[in-house]
């Protein structure tokens, strides 16, 4: 079944909100729900709309998955304690880095994440909690180039024909389907969520394993970390629709302190675009480019090159993996 896209310029979000909280709280009826918040623009909107709609009825927990941006937990819980909602952290990382190992596919390291979150960790969490819901923050991007085949995203499952009660024993509840990711801004702003939530660049589900070329591991985590935090330090002043830090697998020949080194490549991406579908590189300064280099390769050891890439999607894409 084709869906009908809700138009940001048409969005009207205080109705908006008023008919999902009534949707979402005659669907759960008495029953329970669970919102896995990663601190990204979607799922925090979904959990706000949750809690308005369900109160104690909705769980929500944070997926510490070994593979978010530093500090991610820390800054995301007390957040929505704030909001009045308290927020669960689950410590799952081994989990995440045991379904990795040895994957270098791009569609495989996806599909590993998603029956992780989906079949392992959230199907843990409601069979534990009892819940029958998973309330989830898809939204029609996400749709788009998963049926389009461009990229199957990880949380997308009715559409390519799978019945995520019968795969996983759970039904998935997704009010933001309708919207492109300007449209979920205004919502989450309109919910009273704090502005570094509503204006945070997204992050894709995956997390940092879209931005690793080849196998993830807990090592090669941390270094895209540490240069995912000094990309997004720098460019946050650009007004960019995303900045990113690549890890490629391959090494190559350096010099440090006039020996021979031989280390990583990092790759830095930054994006303008409206809504993810197209996408250019946004025009840094030269000077901005140099800054980057000089932090990453002095603030990580075991890099030794960075470059920028320099085209548009498509044929690329935002993310690498
Ligand atoms: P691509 O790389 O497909 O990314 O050009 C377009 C936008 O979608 C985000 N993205 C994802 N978001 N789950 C998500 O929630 C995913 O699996 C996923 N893959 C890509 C990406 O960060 C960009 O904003």
Redesign the pocket.
């Known amino acids: 079944m084709k869906i009908k896209e809700i138009k940001t310029e048409d969005l009207h979000p205080e109705e908006f909100i008023r008919e999902k909280i009534q949707e979402i709280s005659s669907v759960v009826g008495s029953d329970l729900a669970i919102s896995a918040l990663s601190g990204g623009v ?1 799922s925090s909107t979904v959990t706000m709309l949750g809690h308005k709609a369900l109160g104690d009825k909705l769980k929500t927990y944070f997926i510490d998955n070994g593979l978010m941006r530093q500090n991610e937990p820390q800054q995301i819980v007390p957040a929505f304690k704030n909001l009045g909602v308290r927020v669960e952290i689950v410590n799952a990382q081994e989990k995440f880095f045991n379904a990795l190992k040895d994957i270098t596919n791009p569609e495989e390291k ?1 599909e590993a994440v998603t029956q992780t979150f989906y079949k392992d960790v959230f199907g843990q969490l409601v069979r534990e909690s009892g819940a029958k819901y998973l309330l989830q923050g898809t939204i029609l ?2 749709v788009d ?1 998963t049926v389009a085949g ?2 199957r ?3 997308v499952f009715e559409q390519l024909g799978i019945n995520p009660e019968e795969a996983f024993g759970y039904k998935i509840i997704e009010p933001l389907i309708q919207l492109r990711k300007d449209g979920v801004r205004k919502l989450a702003q309109t919910l009273g969520l704090p502005e570094f939530i509503y204006n945070r660049i ?5 997390a940092l394993v ?1 931005r690793i070329i080849g196998e993830v591991t807990p090592e090669k985590v941390e270094i895209v970390r540490k240069a995912t935090a000094i990309v997004e330090s720098e460019l946050s002043n650009t007004n960019a629709f ?1 900045y990113m830090a690549i890890l490629h697998p391959d090494r190559v020949t350096g010099v440090r302190d006039g020996k021979r080194d031989y280390g990583f490549q990092i790759e830095i991406r930054c994006w303008d675009s409206i809504d ?1 579908r197209e996408a250019e590189p946004t025009r840094l300064s030269h000077d901005t480019l140099e800054k980057l280099a000089y932090r990453i390769t002095t603030e990580i050891s075991s890099v030794v090159s960075v470059t920028y890439n320099i085209t548009s ?1 498509p044929p690329s ?3 690498a993996v």
Do not use: S
Not at 202 to 206: D, H, Q
């Open positions: 979607d996806r991007t996400d180039e461009i990229k995203q990880h949380n997204p992050f894709p589900g995956p879209t995303q993810a999607k894409t935002m993310e």
